[in-house]
């Protein structure tokens, strides 16, 4: 039920959505603006994967139609190689073009994304996790969400046993094991569980899932197989951009050894599968550091970031912004003109 604080906030919201997509830069920036969109999953309600996801990360099928139409509105689409090649050889780029990305490579891209971007010929980017293509492996945050809700139907001493206390470290106001773990509080926990490397993550939860007697190794793959991103791939439409080999945060803490073989080797593997040269990067959870910039730079021709914003001729080809769009800012036409603008 909704309170009269959060009815006048929406309202307002409301107000501001509709400000914003009637005057957002969709309709007045000039010169040769790039819009990049970011996608992670496109899944139905229904679907079972759904239910460990963050809102921030999904978009329903048919919503994800609608945004390619209302895409072809304003923008032209093409391919970020496309356009970053042609404005590296100073050539000619649409005024306000459009290049779709998706981080991951998610098998649901494949599934429920490729046939729309097909029927509305609206090419886009794969950024796949080399490493990833065709196991059962699974990000931390997707590992993490799925062991709170099976530690949740256990006794409440779980939460006291040493495979679960590093939860305890986090900066959250309610310690996990004293509250209903429902998806907003899953969203908190990922987000304060970021403070910790990628390695210890995964250790972190191997030693969580051994606790609870839960085996990973029967799960479903949630990520494309080799068939399935070749298919997308030689269909044209869609290109291939490195992810990295195993989604490891290029951060300080890093060895170069580790940088280079994140960036150099998932290139390698990408191209041996999939028989073309991937030529974009996406820094995972848009971070990176100096050494991986640099390597970045000589291995690509341009790299997306989570920054929020739009690109021009003059922007950094390393340093590109982008929009990140999902179903609760994005399910009907006036939200989804005012998510373009990044202003709130
Ligand atoms: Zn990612």
């Not at 062991?147 to 001493?157: F, G, I, M, T």
Request: glycine fraction near 6%.
């Amino acid at each position: 039920m909704e309170n009269g604080m959060q009815g006048s906030k929406r309202i307002l919201r409301r107000g501001a959505e509709h400000f914003a997509s009637l005057l957002g830069p969709h309709r007045w920036r000039k010169g040769s603006q790039l819009l990049i969109l970011m996608y992670h999953r496109v899944l139905p309600p229904s679907d079972l994967r759904y239910i460990d996801e963050q809102p921030g990360m999904v978009v329903h099928p048919e919503t994800f139609h609608s945004h390619l139409r209302w895409i072809k509105n304003y923008f032209e689409p093409m391919r970020l190689r496309d356009w970053l090649q042609a404005v590296s050889q100073g050539k000619h780029v649409p005024k306000r073009a459009c290049a779709v990305t998706f981080d991951d490579g998610w098998r649901d891209n494949y599934e429920h994304a490729f046939p729309y971007l097909k029927l509305e010929g609206v090419p886009a980017t794969v950024f796949m996790v080399s490493d990833y293509i065709g196991t059962t492996r699974l990000f931390w945050p997707e590992r993490l969400a799925r062991v709170l809700r099976l530690a949740c139907a256990r006794s409440k001493s779980i939460w006291n046993s040493s495979e679960f206390l590093w939860l305890q470290q986090l900066p959250l106001p309610i310690k996990p094991g004293s509250v209903t773990v429902d998806m907003a509080y899953i969203d908190a926990v990922i987000v304060a569980a970021k403070q910790n490397s990628d390695a210890d993550l995964h250790h972190q939860l191997d030693a969580m899932y051994r606790c609870l007697g839960e085996s990973e190794a029967d799960m479903t793959a949630q990520v494309l197989n080799w068939d399935e991103a070749g298919e997308m791939v030689r269909s044209g439409l869609i290109d291939v951009g490195s992810h990295t080999r195993h989604h490891t945060r290029l951060t300080t803490g890093i060895s170069i050894a580790k940088i280079e073989d994140e960036i150099i080797g998932s290139k390698q593997r990408l191209q041996d599968g999939l028989s073309v040269e991937p030529v974009t990067f996406c820094y995972p959870n848009g971070d990176v550091c100096s050494a991986a910039k640099q390597l970045v730079r000589s291995h690509y021709r341009g790299a997306c970031t989570t920054a929020r914003g739009w690109n021009n001729r003059q922007s950094d080809p390393y340093q590109l912004r982008r929009i990140s769009i999902h179903e609760d800012i994005g399910k009907d036409e006036t939200a989804f003109y005012a998510s373009l603008a990044g202003w709130f």
